[in-house]
Each structure stands twice: as structure tokens, then as C-alpha cells.
């Protein structure tokens, strides 16, 4: 495990690592969850394995630190992720990111471009939504106010979750839990989706087979984002159906880097031309 602060109070992001080589992958669960909990039979899986990996907890989950003082924004999601990877001299990572963790990938590439290469995205949040009572979700995470949540709501949601998200999500702080959902309803401005959008970088979205075409497909496709349906699956892809998973996921990271070197071969000089494609 390594760790580093991440705020001018000295709260600390933490992450298990991977030995392997560069590029290295950067692994980001969601909401109420914890990365090496969710990624880790991918990182070593047998197509995938090989890289240094770092499956990091961001702040307020998992292992990593839980201040009350912190908003829990978007931005301030993707800010502090930034300087634990800044830490750890990361640079052009993969980031494979799911649910609300794709959401500040997303924000992350947009502020903090030197550091992401490309983007997998598993069934992340692209747009706001409404707050919905009675959700197991976010969205219903964030129907309660803040003092309704510490005051007991915190019990309604652990009821309706059930025991296998709850096994992670009792590990976040309760207001940072509380705040991540609100921030994550109301999105970004500009929304999560038109960032993703601007983007230039290699971008894959992965969706459960059974909801159904995504939303905005086709704009998302045109402007170079893959989308991809994972069969048998629910939200939680790589736990659903791991071997899938590991399989889209190796197929979409090597899609992306043939089409870079073939980007990089055609802007290159062929023999006896100049760059300009003038005779030598």
C-alpha cells in the first residue's frame, strides 16, 4: 500500500500498486466502493496483468483518509486524484474507471490532461439526474439532506443496499458519502458528457448488455468515443462477469493503441520524402 496527502490539511489518498510496466493503469471504483475490492482479479488477470497498476481509493473511501472539512465535489474528486498520481509520478495513464469514479475521470482528463492518456469507462455517469427518495442509489443517497443522512438516513440506505455493497460502502465516511451523491446527481458544468465529448484522447464506455442503447450513442460514437455492451452483466461489469470484462477491456486498450501507432505512422516522414511530402 502507498499513500500520499492530498490536501493542504494533509489528508491522505491511499492505493495498493502493482508492479509492471509503463504506461501504468489507474483503477477508480464508484460510489460507496473501494478499488482494490472491485479491480483487482482484472489487474492480474492474464490479458490485462503486466502493468503497473494502481488501484486507488479516492478520498473518503476505502482505505483512504475521511475529512469532514472536504466538499466532495467532482472537481475536488479528480484534484485530489491528481496529486496522489502527480505523487506518484504517474503520467499518461490508463484510467479504467466505474460508475462515479468515471465521472471524475472524466474531469480529470479535462483538467489534468498530461496525466490520462485514455479512458475506459464502465458504466459511468455522463449526465445529472433527478434526486429519487427511496433509491438505492445515488440518487437516493442524495434525497436526503445532510443532517437527515448522519441522523439515521445513513441505516435506510444501508437496509436498501443490501449486504454486498454495504460491505464497502460502511467504509466511507458518512458525510463524504453523502456529498459524493449529491455532487454526483447534480454533475459538472460543463455536464460530464460534453466533457467527455471534447476530449481527444482514446475513450471506451462499457455498458450492461441488458439496459438497453445508451443515451446520446450516436453523438458519443461520432465524436470517436467506442461504446461498448457487456453481456450478462449488471452495473458492477467486472464483478458480474469478469472474464467479459477482462476481454472488452484488453480488446478496447489494444484497439486504441494500434490506432495511435497507426496515427504516429502516418505523421511521420516516409523515406526520401521531407515532411512536407516534397522530393528529396
Avoid at 491522505?12 to 493503469?25: A, C, F, H, K, S
Amino acid at each position: 500500500m502507498r499513500d500520499t496527502a492530498v490536501t493542504p490539511e494533509g489528508d491522505r489518498i491511499r492505493w495498493v500498486e502493482l508492479p509492471g510496466q509503463e504506461p501504468p493503469r489507474v483503477y477508480v471504483h464508484g460510489l460507496g466502493a473501494t478499488s482494490p475490492a472491485y479491480f483487482t482479479p482484472i489487474a492480474v488477470h492474464p490479458l490485462l496483468a503486466g502493468r503497473r497498476s494502481l488501484l486507488v481509493d479516492l478520498l473518503g473511501h476505502g482505505i483512504s483518509d475521511r475529512p469532514t472539512r472536504f466538499d466532495y465535489t467532482l472537481e475536488a474528486h479528480a484534484d485530489a486524484l491528481a496529486e496522489a498520481l502527480t505523487a506518484a509520478e504517474v503520467t499518461g495513464a490508463e484510467l479504467i474507471a466505474h460508475s462515479m469514479g468515471g465521472s471524475v475521470a472524466i474531469v480529470l482528463a479535462a483538467r489534468h490532461p498530461r496525466l490520462v492518456s485514455r479512458l475506459l469507462l464502465v458504466d459511468a455517469n455522463l449526465d445529472p439526474i433527478p434526486r429519487a427518495p427511496g433509491s438505492s442509489g445515488s440518487s437516493g443517497i442524495a434525497a436526503y439532506t445532510e443532517e437527515q443522512f448522519l441522523a439515521g438516513g445513513w441505516e435506510e440506505v444501508r437496509d436498501r443496499v443490501g449486504p454486498h455493497w454495504w460491505s464497502t460502502m460502511r467504509l466511507a465516511g458518512r458525510e463524504a458519502l453523502h456529498r459524493s451523491a449529491v455532487h454526483l446527481v447534480r454533475g459538472t458544468v460543463p455536464t460530464m458528457r460534453e466533457l467527455l465529448l471534447g476530449l481527444k484522447i482514446p475513450r471506451t464506455f462499457l455498458l450492461p448488455e441488458a439496459d438497453g442503447p445508451l443515451p446520446g450513442t450516436d453523438e458519443l460514437i461520432a465524436s470517436g468515443v467506442s461504446v461498448v455492451a457487456v453481456p450478462d452483466c449488471g452495473h458492477n461489469i467486472m464483478l458480474d462477469n469478469p472474464e467479459a470484462f477482462a476481454r472488452v477491456t484488453a480488446a478496447a486498450l489494444t484497439d486504441q493503441e494500434q490506432d495511435q501507432e497507426q496515427d504516429q505512422d502516418r505523421s511521420e516522414p516516409r523515406p526520401g520524402r521531407s515532411p512536407a511530402g516534397e522530393c528529396r
